[in-house]
């Protein structure tokens, strides 16, 4: 026997915490998800209420910074990727429902047989050279991205035996306030996976944890092309950028 | 605080080094520059180690306390495609640097002015790993604003050796050190906005 818990094991340290509620965002103390353990500070965040403060702005992004074609993660290689072509589209807004216009949405994922473009994922699972596996795009003046990109697989990670991670992309976004940033990863409705995904289920509350999942939305899909789903996504953030309204 | 609920944070995982780090990304300002100076450190988790996957970002004033920014961080190649980094005629104010192997980071810039009178300038940052569920925000205060520092009323509820984290050290030639511990002891001190 190895010290390596086993899946049951894990499914125990998840059940201790689950259901509780009211919490927004994963607690960094979370240890079914092993990494986690001498990585997350044992002192309380020191709370700062300074209007003034620096992370009440943050950076800009235009059109120098992206091009047209990042978008398109199935563009670039000299034939189509494998797997299912889908397009992901949604509007990133404030927690008062202003969409955040012109910022950067960037994403990164496996391929869709599980495997990242990362010499670091060295499972058997092949690369694909038709498939960057990253993109950026800046949100419109609805606040609204969109890609067009292969479903990812499922792949293994160590947390522990026979780990798998569900599908996901990642996604990395950007507001109008540093302190608006935001890094999550976005999951595809019904994955059987998710009940043994620490990572997922480090978001303890069910109502929480649903809005990192897509919607599957039949008139997002491209006839002959794609499969459409819809993320709509909230940044967190301080009260105080209520009172940005006209910002920069 | 109320309004929509927000969506949750998740991992930057281990894999993000081919999508987030871009050339130049951590020279604000060109080394060339004669008031670069460069802010370099380790991040270390709870056990004193060097952490290899953790994502440095930094957001600052420049030298006269402007926060606008400009665009152009991640220009691109006209031709292939490919990000070439920022020309340096405007100043982006925004880096980001994987950490290394050894869990170094370094960023080359300029000291930021004061954002607003009285103001004491300070590096913004936000540090991401594998293994750190939901990102973390600190600051690097310059030594030669620590005393300015110790009187700020926003801090004014941390123990002395508390706010020193959050202090870089002076090395020679306009280097400053500033290491990140995440757990621990001399853990640096994290901030929550609202
Ligand atoms: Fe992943």
Redesign the interface.
Known sequence: MSNEPSQRDIDTQIAEQAGRTGLDHPSRDYPAYRSSLLRYPTQALTVIRDPEAVELTGPVFGVTDVTELDHDLTQGGFAEPGGQRITVTGVVKDRQSKPVRGQLVEIWQANAAGRYAHQRDQHPAPLDPNFTGFGRCLTDDEGRYEFTTIRPGAYPWRNHRNAWRPAHIHFSLFGTAFAQRMVTQMYFPGDPLFPYDPILQSVTDPAARERLVATYEHDLSVPEWSLGYRWDIVLDGPAATLFEEDGR | ????????????????????PFTGGGDIVPISHPDAITVHGYVF???G?P?PDALV?I???DRDGG??????????DPVD?SVVGRDHVEF???ARVPTDADGHWAVRTVP?GA??AN?TP?L?V?V??????????TRVYLPEHATALSADP??S??PAD?LSTMVAAAERDRRYRFDIR???EG????????
């Open positions: 605080m109320t309004g929509l609920p927000p969506t949750p944070a998740q991992t930057v995982g281990p894999f993000f080094g081919y999508a987030l988790d709870g056990a180690q952490i970002e957001w600052q004033a926060l606008t920014g400009a665009p152009g961080s991640l220009r691109h495609g982006t104010g925004f930021p954002h607003s103001a300070y913004a936000a991401f790993a594998r293994g750190l569920l939901h990102h973390l925000y926003a801090l509820g941390l508390r995440l757990q621990g853990e640096t001190v994290f901030l929550a906005f609202e």
